[in-house]
């Protein structure tokens, strides 16, 4: 499934850049006698993984001690991963954050190539190799893990003096949000990318008018009718699935059975679709039947393993996301749409609860008033917040607003894009808007906020990569 994905794979990293960069300005090297490297191993708790060298830039991977429990430190402490891509320490710096797994190869996010600084990424507790050893959830919660950035944050502002602005895409957008909700002081602007911002999990018919009116209704007939077919199709179909998990070795126990398994990789299809692709794919034969009813069970079956993938919810391919999911359980909310293209009859179990996707043996109670202080205290009290969504992505459909009290803060929607949505795709004005409010907030000098072009070259290998197709129902 992975590599029939390579069509679509050539999107940017969630928060990379698709911009033609403006002139880069030159960084003087770092003051004083100590070497960079020894300044961050001379912080309490850090430890050196490696070093990779990359062309104007030191990249570190490095364990940063953390609390099990911030709010009891001394009951036991973990391991978790930062990468420091350091480039001047007269340089401003970007806090970046997946939500997820830490990358271990030197990236830069579309705001720290647009401020020419330094970055430093976190992984998200509870991902390995991130986790406590015994894991308590209980500990895997909003404010503590902004309590681990706002750690990092002022261990690493000894060396890193200039100013600070945290940024992530998607779930990593969320993580900017809550962090700046717990710790406002402690960055100077936020850049959050595609943030999904469930208020009211009950309540989710916001996603039910996208899908029936994004793009054209040919290109959204031609996909409900892959879909629907794939589900009147079952039994064929989940023959072909059991011979593949039995050669894979893949199993069920979390989800429950392969009938489960099988309806839910159906189901993400459509959505699926619209957070990865572009709608001009809609008319690409090799990827969506054209005419489903007349589509033979492999055409059918490479569509939907193509945008959906029928490895995810097997135990082996949900397990890496099990922080994910609990989170989704306890605190963020999932999506729940209908499908009213696809008769009752076909449709066993809907979109289930990510608690299905959780193994048993982790208990979880749904926490409502999390999202709702949230969104709560965005609305009123953001102060040089960025948000910006796609048009196509229906990750977007319920997302963060700001209102009144809310200072130098802003959402934008970038036209045509999907969850791949940066600030090189707003229109025109609004993307020298945008970056020049980027580097207002980082602190850099007038003249290059006036002319409001991200300030180093565009780089390849740092700034665009292939993405790995990732899991559908997940931000």
């Excluded at 209908?338 to 926490?367: A, D, S």
Aim: glycine fraction near 6%.
């Amino acid at each position: 499934m992975r590599k029939a994905l390579r069509w679509l794979l050539a999107l940017t990293v969630l928060i990379g850049t698709l911009s033609t960069a403006g002139a880069a300005t030159a960084a003087e090297p770092a003051t004083g006698t100590t070497d960079i490297k020894e300044r961050l191993l001379s912080i309490p708790g850090v430890s050196l993984i490696e070093e990779k060298p990359y062309t104007g830039y030191r990249f570190f991977v490095l364990n940063f001690t953390q609390p099990v429990d911030h709010r009891h430190p001394s009951k036991g402490t973990f391991q978790q991963r930062i990468t420091v891509l350091h480039k001047d320490v007269a340089r401003p710096t970007v806090f970046f954050t997946s939500g997820y797994n830490v990358s271990t190869t030197p990236r830069r996010s579309e705001p720290t190539q647009i401020v020419d600084g330094n970055q430093v990424s976190l992984e998200y507790r509870f991902f390995t190799p991130s986790r406590p050893d015994p894991a308590d959830w209980t500990k895997l919660d909003i404010w503590q893990a902004a309590s681990d950035q706002h750690r990092v944050f002022k261990a690493l502002k000894k060396i890193y003096s200039k100013n600070w602005l945290t940024t992530g895409g998607s779930k990593g957008g969320m993580t900017a949000t809550y962090y700046e909700r717990f710790y406002p002081k402690d960055m100077d602007g936020v850049v959050a990318y595609v943030a999904p911002n469930d208020v009211v999990n009950n309540e989710d018919s916001a996603y039910d008018r996208f899908f029936a009116n994004v793009d054209t209704k040919q290109c959204r007939d031609r996909l409900n009718a892959v879909q629907r077919e794939a589900l009147v199709r079952r039994e064929p179909l989940e023959k072909k699935y059991a011979e593949y998990a039995a050669a894979e070795g893949f199993t069920f126990t979390t989800v429950g059975s392969l009938d489960k398994a099988y309806e839910a990789v159906v189901l993400d299809y459509v959505w699926g679709f619209w957070q990865y692709a572009q709608a001009a794919d809609c008319a690409e034969d090799e990827l969506i039947p054209p005419n489903a009813k007349t589509a033979t069970d492999d055409q059918i079956w490479a569509s939907i393993d193509t945008i959906s993938g029928f490895s995810f919810y097997t135990d082996q391919g949900l397990d890496p996301y099990t922080p994910y999911f609990y989170q989704a359980a306890t605190q963020l909310g999932a999506p729940n749409i209908h499908f009213p293209h696809i008769e009752k009859k076909y449709i066993r179990y809907g979109y289930q609860p990510p608690r299905n996707f959780v193994p048993r043996e982790i208990p979880t109670k749904f926490q409502p008033q999390a999202m709702r202080d949230v969104d709560n205290w965005v609305r009123h009290n953001a102060r040089h917040m960025l948000y910006v969504y796609g048009q196509n992505d229906p990750w977007g459909s319920e997302r963060f607003r700001v209102d009144k009290g809310a200072k130098d803060s802003y959402v934008f929607t970038a036209p045509g894009m999907n969850h791949g949505a940066n600030v090189a795709g707003l229109t025109a004005d609004q993307k020298a808007f945008a970056t020049a409010r980027i580097l207002d907030w980082a602190g850099v000098s007038a003249s290059a906020v006036a002319q409001a072009k991200p300030l180093a070259k565009f780089d390849k290998k740092l700034d665009v990569r292939d993405v790995e197709r990732e899991p559908t129902l997940r931000p």
